[in-house]
Every structure is written in structure tokens, then in C-alpha cells.
DNA sequence: TTCGTCCTGGTA
DNA sequence: TACCAGGACGAA
């Protein structure tokens, strides 16, 4: 569920209100989401302060002692949540880390797909180096992205999908970013010219802060650091506006499945001829 | 590269 | 009642 700018929005959310604040106990409401074991993990957890909260791609890093990290994945219907108290009622909570001042970082999440992690820097760099770029760095040129998308010859929508090539970009960014860029879904991915490859460089970058701007896309689950919901539902142009005229050229948008999910587009504006 | 799978609930 | 769901991994 929460891509990158949804997950950027609660780190930023809820760095201020972390940061030195220690763990002085975890309760554990379903075991699936902590593969380490509650005992291992209070273990590691307890007394450490949070020194640094950032994220990268669709993970939340957050940094307990020299050389341990704890990380967290919100999979598909993840939520951090910050609470001063325990009285407002949250759905599916499944793990509360209870602070030194009284408050709750509540992590739930309905499907549990996501999950916690304790580990050494070392550890963390070896996952690092299998994720893609982060796609509003320096580092992320329009070069850059030509190599990665000549590399594969595949549909370009699934390519964009896989964090090994591009981090943190999901299936709602993913068909804004196309649909901005006018390059069809399936639109093999090494047969892009740069001059769309240019486009599609621009249009991620755009959608991508657009969505951190309106503090994430809310359809039902996500919520952002708060438990509030983000606003950039109301800025898409085509995910999930099936049947629904396209802004550009007023064709109906269009669904196709492809790698197993949904991918929607305009069938006018994203022709699947280069 | 594609498919199935992990889960649960909301919606048509 | 069937279908759909924003992620990621491993197997074929």
C-alpha cells in the first residue's frame, strides 16, 4: 500500500516526536509480523534510544544504538501510528512499542504483509545494495534511468514495479508516471528513446513530489504519522479512474492486468507504438 | 519473467 | 458471493 511518498510523509511525521525517545516495552499482538521473536527483539530493543528516522525505498529506518537499526516494512495495509495515549481505538494493531514519555508507536496493519526487523549496519547494507536508485536523488539522472530501463526487455509498468531497479515506486505511481510520460504499460521496457525516457524521468520525479506535497494517497488504508489520511487521491489522472474520462483527451480510461495486478491507462494519450 | 503465495476485509 | 486490493519474495 504505502509507496514511497506515503511512507516518506510518516517518517517525516513522526521523526520530531521520536527522536531520543526510548522503548521501555513492546507489546506483541500478532507474532507473523516480528520474524525475530518477541524475546530477541525486546532483547535488543529495550532501553535504546532513536538517534536517526529516515527511510529508504518503502522501508522505515530507524536507528537505535551504533550499530543497530530497526526496520520496518509496512507491506501492503501497514500503519505507524503515534499516539499520546491508548484510548482512541485502532483496528488491527498488531505490535505497540510503549516510550519513555508515555506514548505508543502502534504498528498495524490488517493483511499483515509488513513487518519489523532488528539488525547491524552490515546487515542493512547488504539488503541496500539490491535496491534500485532512490528516484528524487542527485543520483537518479536521466542516464541513469536509460541503463536501467535498456537492461530489461520486458513491460516497462511491471519494470518500474521492481524495487531492484527503481526504490520505492508503486502501482500508483507507477501508472501516473506513464500516463504523465505517455508511454503505454506495456511498452517493452529497452525501447524507449531517450526523448521518452526524458519524459518518463520528469513525469516520476513530478508525481513522486506531487504525492509527498499532498501527504500520500488514501483509498483506505494508509494513514500518515497521524493517523490522518493524504489528499493526493484527488490528484490522479488515471489509477483506479476506470471508465472515467482522461484529462488530457477525454477517452475512457482503461484497466489491463499485467504481472498480475491492475495497470490503468489512456488508450489515446499512452498509444502503445513508439 | 511470470505466477502463486502470504493474509484479511471492503465493495460491487 | 465473487472479486479486488497500494508489496515482495521464491519457485517454475
Not at 494493531?93 to 490488517?110: E, T
Not at 500520500?216 to 504519522?225: E, K, L, N, Q, V
Request: with cysteine.
Amino acid at each position: 500500500m504505502p509507496e514511497l511518498p506515503e511512507v516518506e510523509t510518516i517518517v517525516n511525521d513522526l521523526r520530531p516526536y521520536l527522536m531520543g525517545r526510548y522503548v521501555v516495552d513492546v507489546s506483541l499482538l500478532d507474532a507473523k509480523i516480528l520474524p525475530l521473536g518477541l524475546d530477541a527483539f525486546r532483547s535488543l530493543v529495550l532501553g535504546r534510544s532513536i538517534s536517526t528516522l529516515k527511510r529508504r525505498a518503502k522501508y522505515i529506518i530507524a536507528n537505535i544504538a551504533d550499530d543497530l537499526l530497526l526496520v520496518v516494512h509496512l507491506g501492503m495495509t501497514g500503519r505507524l501510528i503515534l499516539r499520546a495515549n491508548s484510548n482512541k481505538e485502532e483496528r488491527f494493531v498488531r505490535l505497540v512499542l510503549h516510550l519513555d514519555n508515555g506514548w505508543h508507536l502502534i504498528y498495524a496493519d490488517q493483511r499483515k504483509f509488513g513487518h519489523l526487523e532488528v539488525m547491524t549496519s552490515a546487515e542493512w547494507a547488504r539488503r541496500d545494495e539490491r535496491i534500485g536508485p532512490e528516484p528524487l536523488s542527485d543520483a537518479f539522472t536521466v542516464n541513469v534511468l536509460a541503463g536501467l530501463l535498456q537492461a530489461h526487455k520486458g513491460a516497462i509498468k511491471p519494470i518500474l514495479l521492481n524495487q531492484r531497479v527503481i526504490a520505492g515506486i508503486g502501482n500508483i505511481y507507477a501508472d501516473e508516471s506513464l500516463y504523465e510520460a505517455r508511454l503505454h504499460p506495456e511498452r517493452p521496457s529497452n525501447s524507449l528513446n531517450l526523448e521518452e525516457v526524458r519524459r518518463l524521468h520528469s513525469a516520476i520525479s513530478a508525481t513522486l513530489a506531487r504525492g509527498i506535497n499532498n501527504r500520500g494517497t488514501t483509498f483506505s488504508d494508509y494513514r500518515d504519522g497521524q493517523g490522518r489520511p493524504g489528499a493526493n487521491q484527488n490528484s490522479l489522472a488515471v489509477y483506479r479512474q476506470e471508465g472515467k474520462p482522461c484529462l488530457m483527451c477525454g477517452a475512457s480510461i482503461k484497466r489491463l492486468r499485467l504481472a498480475g495486478r491492475s495497470s490503468h491507462y489512456c488508450p489515446v494519450c499512452q498509444e502503445s507504438e513508439t
